[in-house]
């Protein structure tokens, strides 16, 4: 019986959209902090900044785009220059998103449509981009979903399609590209304290209490789960898993939200 490997991120390359915030940032943070080169994509220069600052603070190693996800040829000119600047990618992983809370009569189309445009389309725009950077075989694409892929929640409409969307494209190009040595996973984080996204669905200590009792582990998740999730999917402890969706949610799949 072979031994589990220590994961171990020296040597590799990270590219990770939506990078300098949030889930994103406690990604890149953890896998510098194992070794990984990080190349963090946002759109905002100032909070890029701050993120290289950040991990190069810590002992790691940044670089940064002010690139948007929904701008495919400009990330496919990002791609191109971190395979030459850094000899290819290692890791690709599709964290940008954009989400607000309104019933679907208060979604307009163009807000329908910019959810879908981040999200969706955005996870495929970096992850076609970056399949002639990817250092094959071995490579990971990763995806950032969430259990509205799977669960249908009050005032989500446009984000249970984005992320639906999400979940069957990580199948789709699991099978597609598997062939040349491409694994394509996701996570798909619960409620994690500390971010935005929490921090809207929990907008009184009711609804917090009532999100909390809903998982399964009657509390909130954080930063590093999902991060710690992240990088066991990306590693060679996960070589033989792709076209897996991996719910961190302390079991909040299994709880009740039709009342939300």
Known sequence: MSKTDSIDYRGKTVVISGGSSGIGLGIARHLAALGARLIVLGRTQAKLDDTVATITAEGGEAHAYAVDVRESAKIGEVLADCKQRFGGVDVVIAAAAGNFFAPAERISPN???TVIEIDLIGT???FWSSLSALNKPGAVLLAITAPQAQRPMPAQAHACAAKAGIDMLVKCL???WGALGVRVNAVSPGPIAGTEGLAKLSASPEIEKFVRDATALKHFGHVDDIARSVAFLCSPNA????????DCDGGMRHGNFISL
Do not use: H, Q, V
């Not at 070589?239 to 991996?246: A, D, K, P, R």
């Open 239 to 246: 070589g033989y898993i792709t076209g897996s969706i991996l």
């Open 174 to 176: 699991a099978m597609e």
């Open 111 to 113: 807000g329908f449509k």
């Open 124 to 126: 495929y725009n970096l």
